[in-house]
């Protein structure tokens, strides 16, 4: 019997889910096993989309009004509670392309981590960017390692990726520090150790998510190979954050329990896990997740 995926979608409002789903679908070895969950929040006028949605195999929809959406990490949250007990669960946006095999791709790398002594491994990344007008015209070959881009108030706050030179000659998956939540693949018991909190807006969601996976003993890895393309530009969808006026009260208190997570101070079962300590984490991601708040006083502008 071929191992199971769990495949889990957040879509706001975006025009790339039904290309998406439909791609996810006609690119992997073997669409059997895929058991695909979109948490779709719709719009005005977008109902169709489910309708869509619900003609492809194999495929789930919780449907939501936009306006009842609390945000995608709450939308990740119910997609992890519909998890049945597939052995291998997947994240994914809602604007993807993806490779033919990209399914025995991640399986395979996955049991070749296994097999070399890796207990928990994660693989994840972000993946290269294409034009949904142009495509398949302009896709990118690369793969990227990823590393913070920006802090914010002392905090680290944004990734980046960047392309790793002479990828092509690499033969095994890369040791990462930081996840991407355009793609995240790992055990499907992962969706009941490291449960989303809902409570995270949206900024700095994947950096929480890295150091909760490692300190509950998972080992991230970027992918040496192509899998699938990203849609980075927002012109195909309308963002939470158009919608909702209230986001920056949301935000800044998705702020204020990062910095709680990131001192450890956060407790229940968002908390750090129990294997590694966030100063593990630290050194091994060689990064300082919270400046001392003194001097991040020190330096604020006033």
């Given at each position: 019997m071929a191992e199971r995926i769990y495949?889990?979608?957040?879509?706001?409002?975006?025009?790339?889910?039904?290309?998406?789903?439909?791609?996810?679908?006609?690119?992997?070895?073997?669409?059997?096993?895929?058991?695909?969950?979109?948490?779709?929040?719709?719009?005005?006028?977008?109902?169709?989309?489910?309708?869509?949605?619900?003609?492809?195999?194999?495929?789930?929809?919780?449907s939501v009004s936009a306006a009842e959406s609390q945000g995608c990490n709450w939308a990740r949250r119910?997609?992890?509670e519909r998890w049945d007990g597939?052995?291998?669960?997947?994240?994914?946006?809602?604007?993807?392309?993806?490779?033919p095999g990209w399914d025995e791709l991640l399986l395979r790398m996955h049991r070749e981590l296994r097999e070399s002594g890796v207990d928990k491994p994660i693989l994840t990344g972000y993946?290269?960017?294409?034009?949904?007008?142009a495509d398949p015209a302009g896709r990118v070959e690369t793969v990227y390692r990823m590393a913070v881009?920006?802090?914010?108030?002392?905090?680290?706050?944004?990734?980046?990726?960047?392309?790793?030179r002479d990828w092509r000659r690499l033969t095994s998956p890369i040791a990462a520090g930081y996840v991407s939540l355009h793609l995240l693949f790992a055990e499907g018991s992962f969706n009941e150790k490291v449960p989303f909190d809902p409570r995270i807006y949206f900024f700095a969601d994947e950096i929480a998510i890295a150091v909760r996976a490692y300190t509950y003993g998972y080992d991230l890895f970027h992918p040496h190979l192509v899998l699938g393309w990203h849609l980075y530009e927002r012109r195909t969808r309308t963002t939470h954050w158009a919608d909702h006026p209230d986001w920056e009260a949301r935000n800044q208190?998705?702020?204020?329990?990062?910095?709680?997570?990131?001192?450890?101070?956060?407790?229940?079962?968002?908390?750090?896990?129990?294997?590694?300590?966030?100063?593990?984490?630290?050194?091994?991601?060689?990064?300082?997740?919270?400046?001392?708040?003194?001097?991040?006083?020190?330096?604020?502008?006033?």
């Open positions: 495949v889990q979608i957040p879509a706001y409002r975006d025009l790339e889910l039904v290309p998406t789903v439909s791609d996810l679908l006609a690119r992997a070895r073997n669409p059997d096993r895929l058991t695909v969950c979109v948490a779709w929040q719709f719009g005005p006028g977008e109902e169709g989309v489910g309708h869509a949605l619900r003609r492809l195999p194999g495929v789930q929809i919780l119910l997609l992890q597939q052995e291998f669960t997947l994240f994914l946006d809602s604007h993807h392309r993806f490779v993946l290269p960017p294409y034009d949904p007008v881009s920006e802090r914010y108030q002392g905090m680290a706050f944004k990734v980046a990726g960047h392309s790793v208190a998705s702020l204020r329990r990062l910095r709680q997570l990131f001192a450890g101070a956060l407790t229940g079962e968002y908390a750090l896990g129990p294997v590694r300590t966030i100063s593990e984490y630290e050194s091994h991601a060689q990064v300082t997740l919270l400046a001392d708040e003194l001097a991040w006083l020190k330096g604020a502008t006033p």
